[in-house]
Antibody
């Protein structure tokens, strides 16, 4: 079955960096678009970034543009999020999610990991 | 950015009752809208995509309707496991956005 397992979260000081990883299994990772979505404590969902299957295209929320970078290694079935210049407002659970075509280019997040908590605090 | 406004914020119902959740978009998203369910401590789960299509394995008591700017998620008869937070999500325009959520509580 599809499994997505995030890692790399933790406590980091403002201005610091962190790299999140997401290990995928149970499906042909190289065939799927992937995304990162975050959820601040007690708050709603916020889309962060997405990457196509071949890494030919990426996109970011304005709130992270220029600070975060999404990448993937299809040989390792892994998705990454490099987070730099972290701010207190980046504190959240970060989920990786499979962004899947449900027909005619209709993409939605159909599988999610359990998330990894990033806390930005001095 | 397309803003999705969900109402009500909280819906207090009993098992067996019908739940009607609303999601309104700040501009048309056509039918490019999904609904997700999230239980405490868990990741969201896709329920409905393209406004009215149930995702794989989702029970028939969940249904979605609407197009343009107004959408509805209906749970025909609440089961105990349906008490959760529900989010709508649009993929019509970048950036992808989510609504603020509706909590369905007992």
């Amino acid at each position: 079955q599809v499994q997505l397992v995030e890692s790399g979260g933790g406590l980091v000081k403002p201005g610091g960096s962190l790299r999140l990883s997401c290990a995928a299994s149970g499906f042909t990772f190289r065939d799927y678009y992937m995304s990162w979505i975050r959820q601040a404590p007690g708050k709603g969902l916020e889309w962060v970034s997405y990457i196509t299957s071949s890494s030919s295209s990426t996109n970011y929320a304005d709130s992270v543009k220029g600070r975060f970078a999404i990448s993937r290694d299809n040989a390792k079935n892994s998705l990454y999020l490099q987070m730099n210049s972290l701010r207190a407002e980046d504190t959240a659970v970060y989920y990786c999610a499979r962004y899947s075509d449900h027909g005619s280019g209709s993409y939605y997040f159909d599988h999610w990991g359990q998330g990894t908590l990033v806390t930005v605090s001095s | 950015e397309i803003v999705l406004t969900q109402s009500p914020a909280t819906l207090s119902l009993s098992p067996g009752e019908r739940a009607t959740l609303s999601c309104r978009a700040s501009q048309s998203v056509s039918s490019y809208l999904a609904w997700y369910q999230q239980k405490p401590g868990q990741a969201p789960r896709l329920l409905i995509f393209d406004a009215s299509n149930r995702a794989l394995g989702i029970p028939a008591r969940f249904s979605g309707s609407g197009s343009g700017t107004d959408f509805t998620l209906t749970i025909s008869s609440l089961e105990p496991e349906d008490f959760a937070v529900y989010y709508c999500h649009q993929r019509s325009n970048w950036p992808l956005t989510f609504g603020g959520g509706t909590k369905v509580e007992i």
